[in-house]
């Protein structure tokens, strides 16, 4: 596989890439976290549990919205044009792809607003 | 025989419906949190059926329908909206409502009384510590509790892993050794309940029962006031006895009765067994027939059980002893 098209699906499944290693940071912090007793502890008045949850998913959804508009952008820039059918498909895919990721990364990180630390 | 036959496919269709309702069912909630759990349990089903029958339909016509009638079904439109916008927004509208139940189920809440629960093979240790210069007693078996006041029972095991289970008050916690959990509820419905355990914990796991009997405030408090007392002397000599023969017998190197010197503390706590609704952990009406049954030949009722099986004693004897024991009220 060439590098270009390496980038192409990587760039295609980056939002499950994201929602990957959200998963596992707020799953594997959170263990931890609460399995040493610190569900109440705070940082600068917020809870550390809720923190990591909400700035992981931060971390998680803008990137993945960067891609997903930029593929969005590229899609568009591409009627007219005459792109190949894998290269316009890879794009579909993709736009899908990211698009479903971010109400995945969102949903994920729900319920650090909702939720007790630790319950 | 067809009238048989429908008959019977009519009591078949009935026997889902027997278990939404009664003193086991979390389809009857008695509770706010079990509430809470039930309706989110019927959206749920409800919608999970709903959605089923339209796919399975939906699936039927794209079978057996002509080609040019179902060609709907592979439109783009149909997979956007019935393949991706459908489950996205149902589902984004389902997390927050679990997660909204979730929230408010078990919560601790202030003020709430607390009781403590081991589980036991196989039977339930049940102490009520002391509030409100209101003495720390023991009782087993049954779990009383007020209406309307919060309730978190604090539960463990003393040899293997229970489970605790009061279907129409929601929840289940696992009760194990060494450890503390806890389960908080409010009852609000007067009544009697059946609680069960639901982990399988050993032979006699499906006899292991208990009675939830949930009381008014004023009656509570007087029920907590008498089972704090010690046990009430024998009114009359035949009931003194079979007082005499719970000593003689040894009876009180594993039960404890308040106010004699029975003071075992390996089986349950008899000061008041009279007052509990049932015996063997929920297997038997309290009268005094079940209790010498029990006494005579636990083995055989309950095989497996700590409390060996007293044949020996005359029927009489077993009459008086088992007289003593309902007198305890």
Same mark, same amino acid.
């Given at each position: 596989?060439?590098?270009?098209?390496?980038?192409?699906?990587?760039?295609?499944?980056?939002?499950?890439?994201?929602?990957?290693?959200?998963?596992?940071?707020?799953?594997?912090?959170?263990?931890?976290?609460?399995?040493?007793?610190?569900?109440?502890?705070?940082?600068?008045?917020?809870?550390?549990?809720?923190?990591?949850?909400?700035?992981?998913?931060?971390?998680?959804?803008?990137?993945?919205?960067?891609?997903?508009?930029?593929?969005?952008?590229?899609?568009?820039?591409?009627?007219?044009?005459?792109?190949?059918?894998?290269?316009?498909?890879?794009?579909?895919?993709?736009?899908?792809?990211?698009?479903?990721?971010?109400?995945?990364?969102?949903?994920?990180?729900?319920?650090?607003?909702?939720l007790p630390a630790c319950a | 025989m067809d009238s048989v036959a429908r008959r019977a496919a009519g009591l078949l269709w009935a026997l889902p419906v027997a278990g939404c309702g009664g003193v086991q069912s979390a389809l009857d909630p008695a509770g706010g949190d079990a509430t809470g759990i039930y309706r989110l349990t019927i959206v749920m089903t409800a919608g999970a059926t709903l959605i089923f029958i339209v796919v399975t339909a939906l699936l039927l016509y794209a079978i057996f329908a002509p080609p040019e009638r179902r060609a709907w079904l592979g439109s783009r439109r149909t997979i956007v909206y019935g393949g991706l916008a459908f489950p996205v927004v149902t589902l984004s509208l389902l997390l927050p409502y679990g997660l909204l139940v979730m929230r408010d189920t078990d919560v601790p809440r202030p003020g709430a009384l607390r009781i403590e629960v081991i589980g036991e093979q196989y039977w339930w240790r049940v102490r009520y510590p002391a509030e409100d210069g209101q003495a720390e007693f023991s009782t087993a078996n049954e779990l009383v509790v007020p209406i309307g006041r919060p309730i978190t029972v604090s539960v463990t095991a003393a040899d293997v892993i229970h489970s605790f289970w009061i279907p129409n008050f929601g929840g289940k916690i696992d009760m194990i050794p060494g450890r503390i959990n806890r389960f908080n509820f409010t009852a609000e419905r007067p009544g009697i309940y059946r609680g069960v355990c639901a982990e399988f914990c050993g032979d006699q796991h499906a006899r292991m029962a208990f009675d939830v009997v949930a009381l008014e405030p004023a009656a509570f408090a007087s029920w907590r006031s008498t089972q704090a007392q010690p046990a009430p002397e024998p009114a009359i000599p035949f009931l003194a006895r079979g007082g005499e023969l719970f000593r003689a017998g040894g009876c009180g190197s594993c039960h404890v009765v308040r106010g004699t010197e029975a003071n075992g503390r390996f089986g349950p706590d008899l000061t008041h067994v009279g007052s509990r609704r049932t015996? &063997? @952990?929920?297997?038997?009406?309290?009268?005094?027939?079940?209790?010498?049954?029990?006494?005579?030949?636990?083995?055989?009722?309950?095989? &497996? @059980?700590?409390?060996p099986s007293y044949g020996s004693f005359t029927g009489e004897d077993l009459r008086a002893l088992a007289g003593y024991l309902e007198s305890l009220k």
């Open positions: 596989m060439s590098g270009t098209r390496t980038l192409h699906v990587l760039v295609m499944l980056g939002g499950m890439i994201a929602w990957a290693v959200q998963f596992t940071i707020i799953y594997g912090v959170t263990s931890t976290l609460c399995g040493r007793g610190w569900a109440d502890a705070t940082l600068f008045g917020i809870g550390i549990v809720q923190a990591v949850i909400v700035a992981t998913t931060v971390l998680a959804f803008v990137p993945t919205a960067l891609v997903f508009m930029g593929l969005l952008r590229a899609y568009r820039s591409l009627e007219g044009e005459d792109a190949s059918a894998a290269t316009a498909f890879m794009m579909q895919a993709g736009i899908l792809i990211n698009g479903l990721s971010l109400i995945v990364i969102l949903w994920q990180g729900a319920p650090a607003l909702i | 015996i &063997g @952990a929920g297997q038997f009406p309290n009268n005094i027939g079940t209790l010498a049954g029990w006494v005579a030949n636990v083995q055989h009722i309950k095989p &497996g @059980a700590r409390m």
